[in-house]
């Protein structure tokens, strides 16, 4: 298994609204994809605007999938018109 951790930095006006199209859209829409394993979204505590997605897949080509899937390229747009900037890191689950 592999999990994608991604910070965001959200707009400060827009947070509500990245909470709600992470529920709404983009969890149910990554659900779906062959390989998935889970995806949580997680806010910095003592920020209003920093966020963690953390995503787990089967495999880094089930991973590859969602991210070239034309559902993710859809909804791509919707998701960066609410953040500034992103940092992504990938790890291996050992355990």
Known sequence: ??????????LPDKTKEFETFFQSQYKPAMSSMPGFVKVELLRRQ???????MVIGFESAEAAAGWRNS?????????????????KLDVFDVIV
């Open 1 to 10: 298994m592999i999990e994608r951790h991604v910070l965001f930095y959200v």
């Open 46 to 52: 003592g920020t209003i605007d920093q966020y963690m």
């Open 70 to 86: 034309d559902l993710h390229k859809s909804l791509s747009p919707s998701l960066k018109a609410l953040y500034t900037e992103s």
